[in-house]
């Protein structure tokens, strides 16, 4: 059984930083993608960004792009997002999932709450 926990969310004002992690348990994390998504209240679940095995390779949501950063340190089994900028439509929570690939995931987190004040 394949444990994801989230960590790092928390209150923040519009233009500032967080740094959301996730910790894998197993011992093949290094053979999965990795990805952050998120669900405001009242909105459906979306994709935020996703890592390759490598972490070579980066995806992100074009809301995002450019302020958000995914990372991975498969020594630690770990993945992180560290969030710039902020604004308060980022307010939501953040939940990590284990991929098949970029567009499958079949393990998820229990969510991290992530507030953005104006």
């Known amino acids: 059984q394949v444990q994801l926990v989230e960590s790092g969310g928390g209150l923040v004002q519009a233009g500032g930083s967080l740094r959301l992690s996730c910790a894998a348990s197993?011992?093949?994390?290094?053979?999965?993608?990795m990805g952050w998504f998120r669900q405001a209240p009242g909105k459906e679940r979306e994709f935020v960004a996703a890592?390759?095995?490598?972490?070579?390779?980066?995806y992100y949501a074009d809301s995002v792009k450019g302020r958000f950063t995914i990372s991975r340190d498969n020594a630690k089994n770990t993945v992180y997002l560290q969030m710039n900028s902020l604004k308060p439509e980022d307010t939501a929570v953040y939940y990590c999932?284990?991929?098949?690939?970029?567009?499958?995931?079949?393990?998820w987190g229990q969510g991290t709450q992530v507030t953005v004040s104006s």
């Open positions: 999932a284990r991929g098949i690939s970029a567009k499958e995931y079949d393990y």
């Open positions: 197993g011992r093949t994390f290094s053979s999965y993608v």
């Open positions: 890592i390759s095995r490598s972490g070579g390779v980066t």
